[in-house]
């Protein structure tokens, strides 16, 4: 999973180069978030005194409230700049010299994907997974809203406008905000691997992250998949360059196909499946594997470079974790054995 921030591809060379120049980017996004802070308390005072002003007043407070409130929008503005340059000079790729073998050396930022004890994906074997009477179903309740499908370069993912519906995980709101694409998958079920994964990715408003994986078949066409294939033609028209991605916006897209329940699913702790290979991520591997054409899984690769068509981390240790199981015929099954009892 790419997680939220874009990545851009540069070479071992810029990343040396420029490394002293993400460190001074770090410093400047320190001091802007004091600057913004400080600011922010100007604003808020000044839009009182804008209230109380008297009218000789008002045109000066409304001017004083107009001009810091532009200079924050810029120092917010010029923040998210920095943030992305950082990010910017940091390449991974899936093989070479940059590849899922180096990512922890890439950053120190990265150092979770070498030494983290608890890294997705991960191999999903049967025979160890532990039913938990205790598990429900997740209830996912998505929305109609706009889309957008994006080529950052490194994978195909479809980012929502205000979110796309939410799912409910332990009593907790669970917010979709973008789907991304997987070829083939990264998670494996008794060591079998599939064509394609997409990782529904759901965040809450305290930052937890939430990801339901759906693995994919060779069958018959995908009904999501079918209603944006002129919107993949079109990005595979507009391959990214450099270091900028490619958009396409999508409209209103029907999110019923994605919402539908699954009988069983796999449930553990895990981590973002991409750099910074943030660990808390609660993973939900839905147990019914779905199908798409082999023309559609191509359709997914179209727009990337050759390097990355291929973008699935291979599986992880699963070191002391325990991966639980929801099985809905399980729970069916034992309580006509308590009523016949």
Known sequence: ?????????????????????????????????????????TLEETLKQWKTAKQEEFVRVKLMASFTSTILFQVIGYAEFCIRKIVDFIKYGYNGGNGVDKWGSLSSDFSLCSQGKQQSPINISKKTTVYDPNLKQTPRNYVLTNATLINNGINILMKYDHGAGNLILDGKNYTMTQMVWHSPSEHTIDGQSFPAELQLIHESDDNHIAVVAILYQFGSHDAFLLQIQDELKQLAQDKCTGDQEARVPVGIVQTRALARRSRKYFRYNGSLTAPPCTEGVTWIILGKVREMTKEQASSLQAPLSADYKNNARPVQPINERTVQLYDELHNANKTASKKSD
């Open 1 to 41: 999973m790419d997680g939220v921030i874009k990545q851009n591809r540069v070479s071992e060379e810029a990343k040396s180069k420029h490394l002293d120049e993400i460190n001074g980017f770090k410093d400047e996004i320190k001091s802007l978030t004091e600057q913004i802070k400080q600011m922010k308390l």
